[in-house]
């Protein structure tokens, strides 16, 4: 596995009551690769039994799109690290979407949009009503491999993977054009 040349920047918010609680971006390369994840909780580090992420298993009358492997690749690795595969839900896929296309249309990178609105209000917004929810975003990353290893080598994005709170997900994925065809990548979490 060759190691992933980007820097990483990660936010936990504690969102119930919209503190964040820390920030970071360690120094990196120049690559137009980034990630930026938004779990609910603090929880402790999570052990992992395996860094490596299992292949995606195509459906078998059809290649999946982009999001659905990384839904595959997600829940294939929660499996493989002992915690229960994720709901597909279309609330979530409708937010993870819509936000998706917003960053790569506007130009942006963040979990805050310019309307000031956050990834629970864009869920709440699509429909979905949980008590709890986390955001991973990236852009840069070309194959929905690439991007998922870059999530799990980090640990925010890690912990939204695998943490058990969250039972339903839903993923956005768009090309930009004005950004000279960057992928933008989301990851929407959440339990009702």
Same mark, same amino acid.
């Given at each position: /596995? ?13 969102? /119930? ?16 690769? #980034? ?42 690795? #929660? ?68 991007? /998922? ?8 994005? #890690? ?34």
């Amino acid at each position: /596995m060759s190691p992933i040349k980007c820097p990483l920047f990660f936010c936990t918010v504690l969102a /119930m009551i919209n503190t964040i609680i820390s920030c970071g971006s360690p120094v990196g390369t120049s690559s137009e690769q #980034r990630e930026s994840s938004t779990p609910l909780t603090t929880a402790s580090p999570l052990p992992q039994n395996s860094t490596k992420i299992p292949s995606a298993t195509p459906a078998p009358s059809a290649s999946p799109t982009f999001a659905e492997q990384v839904f595959t690749l997600t829940n294939a690795y #929660r499996l493989a690290n002992g915690a229960e595969p994720l709901l597909l839900n279309s609330e979530l896929n409708a937010a993870a979407q819509a936000f998706a296309e917003s960053m790569a249309t506007l130009q942006f990178f963040d979990h805050t949009a310019p309307d000031g609105s956050t990834p629970g209000d864009r869920m709440a917004a699509a429909g979905y009503n949980g008590w709890t929810w986390g955001e991973n975003i990236a852009y840069g990353y070309n194959t929905p491999d690439q991007v /998922m290893k870059g999530w799990i080598n980090s640990s925010g994005h #890690r912990a939204n993977i695998l943490s058990k709170n969250y039972k339903d997900i839903g993923i956005g994925y768009t090309v930009s054009n004005k950004a000279g065809n960057t992928a933008y990548w989301v990851q929407d979490f959440g339990a009702n």
